[in-house]
Structures are given as C-alpha cells and as structure tokens.
C-alpha cells in the first residue's frame, strides 16, 4: 500500500497511525507531480487533498475511508472494533470530531497573525472547539482510550487533531484543550504515554511547525 501526501497533515497522520498501530507496512510519499493540484495527482483524486491510497491498482481518498479500508484489510486486531455498538461509538467521536471540532481550526488559521487578527472571529471559534470537546467528552468511554482499553479506530480520528491544537492552540490563549473535561484529559494522557502515537507526534510537529513558519513568513 502507497499513501500520498505529508506527515505535516493530520489526515495523512490518521492513516499512519492506524497502519502503525495495527503493525502493516505503508509506504508514505510525497504526491505525484510534486504537489496536490497536478494533473498526475488529479488523476489519482480529483478531490485534490491528501491522503490519497493506492493499493493494487485501485485509488481511495478521505482519511476516514483509508483508515477503515486499512483496519479491514490488513492482519490483526481490528481497531474499529468487534461489536455493533463500539464501532458506532467510535463512528461517532470521528463524526463529532469532523463536522464540529475541526471547523473552528479554520477561523485560527486564517488569524494567526496577530497583526491582522480579527478577535471576535477567534473567540467564536474558541468558543465552537470548547462546546464540541464537551461532546467529544460526554460520548467517550470509560477509558483509558476513546473507547476501549486499547487504542482504536476513533484514537486514530481524534490523536492528529490534537497534536495540531497542541501546537496551535496555546498562540490563542488555551493551552489546555482538554481543561475541565475529565475523559478528555485521562485520554489525553493515555495518548501521550502511547510509544507508538510519541512517535508519529514528533514527526508531525517537525513537519507542521515548518508548515507554520513558513506561513507566518509569507507576504
């Protein structure tokens, strides 16, 4: 299996985090063409963001495809789970996790110059992303992972994300996204203890901190 695109994104980190934990080979790549809007990447994903898979001939897009392709395919434990109910809960905290946390990010990346900053944007995104972890709070499990005692499919949703608010987050005055919600903050915890995931992290953050520098630079 090929995966196209950087380690500096969280959705390409949700595929290798998934491949990692469930111990399968996975060749990461840079995009062809060089970039996401060539023609050579087109043809591959005309959606034209990464990750993008291929495996034997065949092309997937979108991270939480990827990962359940990943999961279904590859030997060994099953990370999204063997009941009906874990696996809808672990759908769950994914789906909160894309349609009501990661949409505030947008308004912070487009204020981080404080030069230009527009504060009422930012307090209403940081008042969204405090609402949404609440949610994220209240339907995990009983720990010490999102939803089980073993990291899983919605860990593999949920970790990039926070590894990007860890770096983001404290420029906006919230150092702790997890502050004042009690499963968050053991899950949190766990992650950080998680050899597998400290690996991945430090590797995003080399990537996205570059990212960042070079788009504070830029004109």
Same mark, same amino acid.
């Given at each position: 299996?090929?995966?196209?695109?950087?380690?500096?994104?969280?959705?390409?980190?949700?595929?290798?985090?998934?491949?990692?934990?469930?111990?399968?080979?996975?060749?990461?790549?840079?995009?062809?063409? =060089?970039? &996401?809007?060539?023609?050579?990447?087109?043809?591959?994903?005309? $959606? %034209? @963001?990464? !990750?993008?898979?291929? *495996?034997?001939?065949?092309?997937?897009?979108?991270?939480?495809?990827?990962?359940?392709?990943?999961?279904?395919?590859?030997?060994?434990?099953?990370?999204?789970?063997?009941?009906?109910?874990?696996?809808?809960?672990?759908?769950?905290?994914?789906?909160?996790?894309?349609?009501?946390?990661?949409?505030?990010?947008?308004?912070?990346?487009?204020?981080?110059?404080?030069?230009?900053?527009?504060?009422?944007?930012?307090?209403?995104?940081?008042?969204?992303?405090?609402?949404?972890? =609440?949610? &994220?709070?209240?339907?995990?499990?009983?720990?010490?992972?999102? $939803? %089980? @005692?073993? !990291?899983?499919?919605? *860990?593999?949703?949920?970790?990039?994300?926070?590894?990007?608010?860890?770096?983001?987050?404290?420029?906006?005055?919230?150092?702790?996204?997890?502050?004042?919600?009690?499963?968050?903050?053991?899950?949190?915890?766990?992650?950080?203890?998680?050899?597998?995931?400290?690996?991945?992290?430090?590797?995003?953050?080399?990537?996205?901190?570059?990212?960042?520098?070079?788009?504070?630079?830029?004109?």
């Amino acid at each position: 299996m090929k995966l196209y695109g950087y380690i500096g994104s969280p959705y390409v980190v949700r595929a290798v985090l998934m491949a990692r934990w469930k111990g399968c080979a996975l060749e990461l790549t840079a995009p062809p063409g =060089g970039n &996401l809007k060539s023609a050579e990447f087109l043809r591959i994903n005309p $959606i %034209g @963001k990464m !990750p993008a898979l291929e *495996d034997a001939g065949s092309h997937l897009a979108e991270s939480t495809v990827i990962c359940e392709y990943i999961d279904e395919t590859q030997p060994g434990r099953k990370l999204l789970g063997d009941g009906p109910m874990e696996r809808a809960q672990a759908r769950l905290l994914a789906r909160i996790m894309d349609v009501y946390v990661v949409p505030n990010f947008g308004a912070l990346f487009r204020n981080l110059d404080p030069a230009t900053r527009n504060d009422a944007e930012v307090q209403a995104a940081i008042a969204g992303l405090r609402k949404a972890l =609440g949610h &994220l709070d209240h339907f995990m499990g009983p720990g010490p992972w999102a $939803i %089980g @005692k073993e !990291p899983g499919y919605a *860990d593999v949703i949920l970790a990039p994300e926070f590894y990007l608010a860890a770096i983001l987050l404290p420029m906006f005055g919230m150092d702790d996204p997890c502050d004042g919600q009690p499963k968050l903050t053991r899950w949190w915890q766990t992650l950080q203890a998680d050899p597998v995931a400290a690996a991945v992290r430090s590797e995003f953050d080399v990537s996205f901190r570059a990212f960042m520098a070079a788009r504070l630079k830029a004109p």
